[in-house]
């Protein structure tokens, strides 16, 4: 099998919502699932931010969907979704 990179919208419970302790909270769970590539601020509106999160996975069935929940188990991320998805 390849390799995909996948790139997840991570959106926080709220505007009090640490984005830095999230960030590491969110790599934390991540780690020996996938490798990290980059990881950008996008303001949504009204001082909301979500974080874009870059990760290189293997290319196998259901691997987007264990990556996303491991997500979305980290304190203060309200929700995690594939944004784009690129085979490498």
Known sequence: MGK???TFEIMPEGLEVDLGKMRTDVETKVKG???I???EL???AFGL???MMNIV???EEGMMDRVEQLICSAPGVQSANVYAL???
Do not use: M, S, Y
């Open 4 to 6: 995909v990179l996948v």
């Open 33 to 35: 699932t996938g490798k």
């Open 37 to 39: 590539e980059q990881v």
């Open 42 to 44: 996008k303001p949504i």
């Open 49 to 51: 931010q979500a974080l």
């Open 57 to 59: 996975v293997e290319d």
């Open 86 to 88: 690129n085979k490498i």
